[in-house]
């Protein structure tokens, strides 16, 4: 395995500056947003599509500083019924193209949410029992439908343009929150489709990402090195599903946490070696999210705690 960053924690810096910045840190691999809702600050999708010089001159960048592009990002919600919904879907299919005459293979993206009817407007994620209400089964099944219509479509598109791997990042409040959802839509769909494992999410939905690596063999494309913290009396009171704002921290049941402040170091040598064990072997993308400290301690606690522990 190899340690590689998600650069949008630096998307203040120019695209210069941030590549300067990583490769200071020792890290040679960057997961840049090029589609969907991320900062994108580093990657003009519309302009180096546009330009064939930008692109290139893009390239030589990475290429002078021996640097590479772990994946291109498009997370977001390309199912929500609305302008916006429509943005995100083009953006999506923008960014495989882009990702096509980069020789970029691998795309990290998320399911996203449909609405709950043809008539509704607002996404809606189901969280229990669709046994009552009684609307909530209908609801359930159209959004799957939906789901696994665009995916399949999507797939076709990313084909034609040389993706081979589509790392579905197991997200909370969208389709694909937890194995059993990404193996259901890998079955409906194509077997190019796989996850982006990220234990972080998992961890707050009270799931065990070292069970989940096994139960996911085969189907690891790619992984984030995000932790995330139940806080002790909050969660035991309130429970896990937490709506409060993520700069929040002191009031909420847990947080995203630097790597290692969450688990402990054993926890996360034994995380990568299941994924190893599993099959997967290529990079670890840092995700920095932690609004107790500064970015700056965050990055390097988390360097330190991934270099560490990851399976190389």
Request: charged residues 20%; negative net charge; contains cysteine.
């Amino acid at each position: 395995m190899q340690l590689a960053i998600c650069t949008d924690v630096f998307a203040e810096l120019s695209l210069t500056d941030m590549l300067d910045k990583v490769k200071s840190l020792g890290i040679d691999a960057v997961e840049m947003t090029a589609g969907g809702w991320g900062a994108r600050t580093h990657v003009n999708t519309a302009e180096l599509l546009a330009d064939e010089y930008k692109l290139t001159a893009f390239q030589a960048e990475l290429d002078k500083r021996g640097m590479r592009i772990s994946a291109l990002n498009t997370s977001c919600n390309p199912l929500w019924p609305s302008e916006t919904g429509k943005q995100y879907e083009q953006s999506m299919y923008d960014c495989a193209v882009l990702a096509g005459k980069l020789g970029v293979t691998k795309l990290v993206a998320m399911a996203g949410l449909p609405a709950g009817s043809p008539d509704d407007t607002t996404p809606n994620w189901i969280t229990s029992t669709i046994s009552w209400p009684d609307f909530m089964a209908p609801a359930y099944e159209y959004q799957w439908n939906v789901t696994i219509a665009f995916w399949n479509q999507y797939i076709a598109h990313c084909k034609q343009h040389g993706i081979q791997q589509i790392a579905i990042e197991e997200f909370p409040g969208t389709m694909v929150w937890n194995v059993e959802t990404l193996l259901k839509l890998r079955h409906a769909t194509d077997h190019m489709l796989g996850i982006n494992l990220d234990p972080s999410h998992m961890i707050v939905l009270g799931a065990d990402p070292i069970a989940a690596a096994r139960a996911l063999k085969g189907a690891i494309f790619h992984l984030h090195g995000k932790d995330a913290r139940i806080e002790r009396g909050l969660a035991d009171v309130n429970g896990l599903l937490e709506p409060k704002p993520v700069t929040e921290s002191a009031e909420r049941t847990w947080n995203y946490v630097a790597v290692g402040c969450g688990q402990d170091l054993q926890w996360w040598k034994e995380f990568f070696s299941v994924c190893r064990m599993m099959g997967y072997n290529g990079d670890v993308a840092l995700e920095m999210e932690d609004m107790t400290m500064s970015v700056e301690a965050g990055v390097l606690t988390s360097i330190d705690a991934l270099k560490q522990t990851i399976s190389r």
